[in-house]
């Protein structure tokens, strides 16, 4: 495996930067005080499409040769790493082939469709997206773009904590979700190189802790499904594991309910809007307190994709 480096993830950097926001870094001193830390967050939600895949999509997408362009690309994702992809295909004139599932978000669908994607639903689980996609890249003979397990992906994930690191100096901790790895492992390779001293955690559901118990067990164990973050569903990579296992310090899980709760203070205290995914390292250091108690804490918010109506329900308790 050839992993991103200091100069790879420079260079990525560069390449995609005409194509990508360099995201703000929002913070506020009701929620520092709630939190008992400093909090520096970095907004992807703010990133094109809503979410910091847009980095490893035009990344990947860009590292093509010509050739590959040419037939097209494809994935399966349930939903930001979809549009993420069928916006950088449309942006350099290329065919994009988006498998997802059938209960995909469907605010996240019509982002596909309005990029130009072609979308091919299936079963919501990761056999059926594998063996979708199979059939789709076998048809048209487009290049996978895997959403998390590609080096090239990665290395456009790590150009959002070296922003972040750029910005703001002696982090403590740098806290980022974690579901197939791509972000959690492109930060963690960042703060290697960037900010050694940083201690690197991982947020997760409970509902879906393949990655905690994969750390603790020291193999890719099976995902779960029972979460209202549905873009942590997948489990972890064959490259994105030995990244994550050997650089990342600690995964805490958070129940659903406390995900809502640091998805509401997050809307009400910095007006902005995140999904639930997104809320999952908030939650974490919410969750244990003691341990960031007086500490510098980056959190990368990494979506804002949300369906406003599943939202309503989840913060008026109703089962979205």
Excluded at 42 to 48: G, L, P, R, V
Excluded at 133 to 162: S, W
Aim: net charge neutral.
């Amino acid at each position: 495996m050839n992993l991103p480096d200091l100069a790879s993830i420079r260079a990525a950097h560069e390449r995609i930067l005409p194509y990508i926001h360099r995201t703000p870094v929002m913070t506020s001193a009701s929620i520092n005080e709630m939190a008992g830390c400093s909090i520096f967050f970095k907004c992807e939600n703010f990133q094109k499409v809503g979410a910091f895949k847009a980095r490893g999509a035009m990344n990947a997408i860009l590292k093509l040769t010509p050739e590959e362009r040419s037939k097209g690309v494809a994935t399966h994702s349930s939903g930001n790493h979809a549009q993420a992809l069928a916006r950088a295909a449309k942006i350099l004139g290329v065919p994009s082939y988006i498998v997802m599932p059938r209960t995909a978000p469907e605010i996240k669908k019509r982002g596909v469709r309005a990029y130009g994607g072609e979308i091919f639903e299936c079963e919501p689980n990761l056999a059926a997206r594998e063996s979708t996609l199979a059939d789709v890249v076998r048809r048209t003979g487009a290049t996978e773009i895997h959403p998390f397990n590609n080096e090239d992906v990665m290395e456009g994930q790590a150009t959002c904590a070296k922003e972040l690191f750029e910005e703001v100096a002696h982090l403590d901790f740098l806290l980022a979700p974690v579901g197939g790895g791509g972000l959690l492992s492109g930060t963690a390779l960042a703060a290697k190189y960037f900010s050694p001293g940083t201690v690197v955690i991982a947020g997760e559901p409970a509902g879906s802790d393949d990655a905690y118990r994969s750390l603790k067990s020291g193999k890719i164990e099976p995902a779960q499904s029972d979460t209202i973050a549905d873009g942590l569903l997948t489990t972890l990579g064959t490259k994105t594991f030995p990244v994550i296992r050997d650089l990342v310090k600690d995964i805490i899980t958070v129940t659903d309910e406390e995900i809502v709760n640091a998805m509401r203070i997050i809307w009400e205290r910095l007006k902005i809007i995140v999904e639930p995914s997104c809320a999952v390292p908030f939650a974490a250091v919410l969750k244990e307190k003691s341990r960031f108690a007086g500490k510098r804490v980056g959190i990368i918010l990494s979506g804002g994709n949300v369906d406003l109506e599943r939202a309503a329900k989840l913060f008026s308790g109703t089962k979205a």
